[in-house]
């Protein structure tokens, strides 16, 4: 397999489709789109570039589809803003070639990593994934919080899902058409590409600037992506409640036995008025935090069982034929 992608690598052969979402990008777009065009024709007689407009305020649609006259650019725009992770779906469910790129048009994934990316493909991988060098454009706290973020999924669930590495990567059709059969709604895409497997290597880049405006990636929304992420790979959260639920139990059974003792020897009660409010404020308050963790993972149900579709296509142009 590797001598047929090397070949198809020399005959400039080799489909590729680069998806790129975009929400608010009418600057970014108008300049990526074309420098990313440029570097694709460099290495292939055959591309496309998706572009999938994440339901933007600004004129991005109307920037797209004015390079896409002279560009070989397909446009799916949402009917609102479904998140990143949907609008990769979308791509990755919408693209022909026989790899896919996935990468953002705010120029902080370079693209002189992507003949890297298409080495490491020709060398019989299946996935070549972007790793960041380092992290010191952002705060120490978004740092910390990242790499306990990427522990934490290391121990409780069951797939290796490197550090630093985002959505920046090369896919091999096998790996598209296994995350295409994937039906849940409720997706984090980090923790599928992990999950389908597949031969994969990591390929360091350094993270640019970005060229205009700011991300939309504030920490709340960092926080619900991670919230996504545990609750759709790992039951653990479940299971340590019960374990403490157990621990709690099994407390309370000693101190009642301490309590009657006390009361057989000494013949008189203890004053516990303090120590009853403390008890019922600390099982009121596990009772609710677990309720709220029983809770997320109801929520992930419920909206898989509603059965909704992903997202809505407002527009798809460039894929006639």
Not at 214 to 224: H, I, Y
Not at 231 to 254: E, M, Y
Not at 262 to 287: E, H, K, N, R
């Amino acid at each position: 397999m590797s001598a047929e992608r090397k070949q198809a690598l020399a005959n400039r052969s080799v489909k590729i489709s680069c998806i790129v979402p975009v929400y608010n990008e009418e600057v970014n777009a108008a300049q990526f789109l074309p420098a990313l065009a440029d570097m694709l024709r460099s290495l292939t007689d055959r591309f496309e570039i998706i572009v999938v407009d994440d339901g933007s305020r600004d004129n991005t649609v109307a920037a797209v589809r004015a390079l896409s006259k002279t560009e070989n650019i397909k446009l799916l725009g949402f009917s609102r803003n479904f998140g990143k992770e949907v609008a990769l779906t979308a791509g990755l469910e919408h693209c022909t070639g026989d790899v896919a790129i996935l990468l953002d048009a705010d120029f902080q994934h370079p693209l002189a990593t992507l003949p890297d990316f298409l080495a490491r493909w020709g060398e019989g991988y299946d996935m070549a994934y972007g790793v960041r060098r380092n992290r010191d454009t952002e705060s120490r706290i978004k740092r910390n919080l990242a790499h306990l973020f990427y522990r934490l999924m290391t121990k409780i669930t069951r797939i290796d899902m490197p550090e630093n590495a985002g959505d920046f990567r090369l896919l091999d059709r096998r790996v598209i058409d296994a995350l295409n059969s994937i039906p849940e709604r409720t997706r984090f895409m980090k923790g599928l590409y992990a999950w389908v497997g597949f031969k994969k290597i990591a390929v360091p880049f350094d993270v640019q600037i970005r060229k205009a405006g700011k991300s939309g990636w504030g920490f709340l929304k960092l926080l619900e992506l991670a919230l996504t992420g545990i609750t759709s790979f790992s039951d653990i959260p479940l299971r340590v409640w019960g374990f403490a639920g157990f621990v709690i139990s099994l407390i309370s059974l000693v101190y009642a036995i301490y309590i009657v003792t006390i009361t057989l020897l000494y013949g008189a009660d203890l004053p516990g008025f303090p120590s009853i409010i403390v008890a019922v404020m600390f099982l009121g308050g596990m009772q609710l935090l677990s309720v709220g963790i029983l809770g997320e993972y109801i929520a992930r149900i419920f909206t898989e069982v509603k059965q909704r579709p992903k997202y809505i296509v407002a527009c798809k142009e460039g894929f006639e034929g």
